[in-house]
C-alpha cells in the first residue's frame, strides 16, 4: 500500500523494512489520546483560520465517529500503515474526503508522538498514584490492626533488636510516600505540552500553542521545538520512579517470602494469593510476592534499555526514539498489577503473634539493652559492650537465654549488675524503652499512625 509520506519515493517500502519499522503493533493502545490531541489541533487550525469553521466541524465530528469505532472494537487497524496516527488519518480522510488530509496541517508525527504519550503518562501517574495509595492505606490498617504485636528486627539477616511489627511496616510506609512525592514531582515535567513544535523548528503557521494547551489542561508549553520533539527524559523519569517503586516491593516480597516460610512463620498468606506444588501436596507457594520480586528485574532492565536509546542521538527526532513506547507500556502496566496483587495479597494476610517464649528464644535480642544499662550505670560503652558480650558468650555455653539468668550468676561477670536488670531484659521493656521520636516504643508507633493517615487521607 502506498505511504502517505511516499511522495519523493519511486519504489514502494520493502515488506521486511514494514514489519521492521511499523509500531502500529503496540503504539494502538495511544487512539484515544491522537484523536484527542488531534481535536484540540483541528481547534487551533480553525482559531489560525487555517480551517473554516465548518471544515474543523466535519472533521472533529469524522475524528468523534473513528473514537466510537475504536472503543465499540470495530475499527480495523491497517498494518500496512506504520502507526496509529497514520491508521486514523486514513481512516478520517475515508470517513470524510481529502478534507481529512488537512488535518496535518501545522504539525508532524513528531510533535503528535511527543504529544501522544505525555497525556497518556499523565493519565498513567494519576492511577499508578492511586494504587500507591492503596497499597499505603493496607500497609497502615495492617500497622494498625496489629500495634501491640512485637516481631524480633533484623541486620543482617541476623536477629537484633525487639521491635514492634506495625513499626516494621511503616518503614515501608514511609517509602512508598517518597514515592508518591517522586511521582507527583515528575508529574509537573510530564504536563508540558508539545504540539506545534512540529518537526522540529516549529510551524509557518500561526498556532496560539497555549490556546491548544489550554484545551488539552496542559499549565505549561515546552519552550524549545528541537527539545520538545527530542526530548524522552520525561519518560526515563518514570522509568526511574518505576525502577525505585519496584524495588521497594521487592524488598517487601522478599520479606514475605521469608515471614511467610515454616522457619519464620509470621505470616500467613491467603489462598487466593497463593499456589501449590505438582509434585508436594502440602506446599504453599507465596508465588504472588516472588512474581513482584521477579519483575523488578523487567522494569529495571526497561529503565537501561532507554537511557542506552538516547544516549547517544543527536537532535532531533531519531527513529531510535521509538523503542520509547515499549518499555513504557510494559512498565506502566507491570507496576500498577504489582501495585494491586501486594494490596490484596497483604490485606488477605494474617499475621501469627510470637509467643514470649518464643521472643525470648529469638537470639539474645535485648543484649544492646543491658549494655545500656550498664552505661547508665556509669560504665564506659566499650567496657559494656565487652561485658555484655561476655553475658551472651556464658549463655551460650550453659544453654540458656538472658532472661533465665540469674543475678548471682551475672555479678560473676560484672559486680554493676543488680536486681533492675531484669527489667531491662524483657522483651517488652526493650520495645517500650526506644522512645525517641521515630522510634518503635508503642506511643511513638502510635504517633506514626496518625500522622501517616493524616497523609494518606
Known sequence: MKQLWSGRFKESLDDL????????????????YDIEGSIAHCKTLRQAKVLKPAEAQKII??????????????????????????????????????????????????DQIALDIRLFLRDEIGQVDRSLKQLGKVLLGLAEKNH???????????????????????????????????????AKRVNVMPLGSAALA????????????????????????????????????????????????????????LWSSSEFGFLELSDRFTTGSSIMPQKKNPDAAELVRGKTGRVFGHLVGLLTVMKGLPLAYNKDMQEDKEPLFDTVDTVKTCLDV????????????????????SGFLTATDIADYL????????KAHEVTGKTVAFCLEAGI???????PQLKKISKVFEQDVFEVISIENSVAGKNVYGGTAGPRVKEQIRRLKREWH
Not at 174 to 184: G, I, N, T, W
Not at 342 to 361: D, N, T, V, Y
Not at 401 to 407: A, M
Open 342 to 361: 501486594f494490596s490484596g495479597m497483604l490485606k488477605s494476610a494474617r499475621f501469627h503473634p510470637l509467643s514470649p517464649e518464643a521472643l525470648a528464644q
Open 17 to 32: 523494512m514494514l514489519r521492521f519499522s511499523a509500531s502500529i503493533a503496540y503504539d494502538q493502545r495511544l487512539y484515544a
Open 375 to 382: 552505661v547508665m550505670k556509669n560504665m564506659p560503652f566499650r
Open 401 to 407: 537465654t538472658l532472661e533465665e539468668l540469674s543475678l
Open 148 to 186: 501491640g504485636q512485637i516481631i524480633p528486627g533484623y541486620t543482617h539477616l541476623q536477629r537484633a533488636q525487639p521491635i514492634l511489627l506495625a513499626h516494621h511496616l511503616l518503614a515501608y510506609v514511609e517509602m512508598l510516600s517518597r514515592d508518591r512525592d517522586r511521582l507527583a514531582d515528575l
Open 202 to 257: 516549529g510551524t509557518n503557521f500561526p498556532l496560539d500553542r497555549h490556546y491548544t494547551a489550554k484545551l488539552l489542561k496542559f499549565p505549561k508549553v515546552t519552550n524549545n521545538s528541537l527539545d520538545a520533539v527530542a526530548d524522552r527524559d520525561f519518560i526515563v523519569e518514570f522509568l526511574s520512579f518505576s525502577s525505585l517503586l519496584m524495588m521497594h516491593l521487592s524488598r517487601l516480597a522478599e520479606e514475605v517470602v
Open 61 to 110: 465530528a469524522g475524528l468523534k465517529k473513528i473514537e466510537q469505532e475504536f472503543a465499540k472494537g470495530k475499527f480495523q487497524i491497517d498494518e500496512t500503515l506504520e502507526d496509529i496516527h497514520m491508521n486514523i488519518e486514513r481512516r478520517l480522510t475515508e470517513k470524510i474526503g481529502p478534507l481529512g488530509g488537512k488535518l496535518h496541517t501545522g504539525r508532524s508525527r513528531n
